[in-house]
């Protein structure tokens, strides 16, 4: 088998690739791309890839473009960064508040406000009513008026309004802003969603397929939560007792976001408060990334 990695030729290619021996560019995009491609040529190495194995990774990844905010989910990226700015507030000594998870890829900016509480369905789909109450507080337990929460979850088919391959959800069916009042409180009224699948047989699918997993969620809702002088919290629900509840493709599971889900007759019930830490020690925003604004 091949033994070039550690070659003087190869280790100066990969010196020279990633502009190690020129002045210009920006050095941290220089020692990023150095270890990436060293990684990979170790790789390719290791396993003996071939020619044509290579070009089929480079098609895939050109065919999976489109789903790549699946992919980075689904191969644990995305948790992994909570992983390490939980580590990070640990080390600055930052401890309380709701925890973080992941945004996922179907957020859409640009849904109604309403004040205090919100329905979420244009149109109510058949199903089972859930009732989600709950105070938004600081860390001494004082409710944060005027805080604005961004709700937005799948319908009973598992589909999400503008990323629904049927096209038979309204606009921002499942997406609205809710202002709290003096009090804190928040409220809406919706429909039980069903846990997410990525699209059959698209490619992270056939990824999923070919390391032996599933690409479904369970039943969740997203939430982001904003107030003035605080820290922006990105973080979701879990329906505690949808059966792949710790079984999620996409790792966003916590305990700490599994509330209790109180079952009658005609509808479900949960109560869900949010802990706000200060935006002062480990300052934090919403992220970069590009989303869908409507
Ligand atoms: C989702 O609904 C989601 O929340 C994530 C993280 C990935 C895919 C679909
Ligand atoms: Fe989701």
């Not at 319908?155 to 609205?176: A, I, K, V």
Request: hydrophobic letters at 35%; a negative charge; aromatic letters at 8%.
């Amino acid at each position: 088998m091949a033994n070039v990695y550690e070659s003087e030729h190869v280790q100066n290619l990969l010196k020279r690739v990633a502009g190690l021996d020129q002045d210009g560019g920006d050095p941290r995009v220089k020692s990023i791309v150095y270890d990436l491609v060293s990684a990979i040529c170790a790789t390719i190495e290791k396993h003996d890839v071939s020619e044509s194995e290579l070009w089929n990774a480079v098609n895939f990844l050109g065919a999976g473009a489109d789903e790549y905010g699946l992919i980075v989910p689904g191969i644990g990226l995305e948790h992994y960064m909570d992983v390490l700015m939980d580590a990070a507030d640990a080390e600055a000594g930052l401890s309380g508040g709701t925890p973080r998870t992941i945004e996922g890829p179907l957020f859409v900016e640009g849904a109604p406000q309403s004040d205090s509480h919100a329905v979420m369905s244009d149109s109510e789909d058949e199903g089972e009513v859930l009732i989600v109450n709950g105070t938004v507080r600081d860390l001494e337990g004082n409710p944060v008026a005027n805080a604005v929460l961004d709700v937005w979850h799948a319908d009973t088919r598992g589909f999400y309004s503008h990323f629904d391959p049927t096209e038979q959800q309204g606009p921002f069916n499942n997406r609205r802003k809710i202002k709290t009042g003096a009090d804190g409180t928040y409220s809406f009224r919706s429909i039980m969603p069903v846990g997410y699948s990525v699209p059959p047989e698209g490619t992270t699918d056939r990824l999923m397929k070919a390391l032996g997993r599933h690409g479904s969620r369970p039943a969740h809702i997203h939430y982001f939560v904003r107030a003035e002088g605080f820290r922006h919290l990105t973080t979701q629900i879990n329906i505690a007792d949808d059966p792949l509840v710790h079984d999620d493709f996409a790792y966003a599971t916590r305990d700490e976001l599994i509330p209790s889900l109180t079952r009658s007759e005609d509808r479900a019930a949960i109560i869900f408060d949010f802990e706000l830490v200060p935006n002062e020690v480990g300052a934090y925003a919403l992220s970069d990334r590009v989303r869908t604004a409507a």
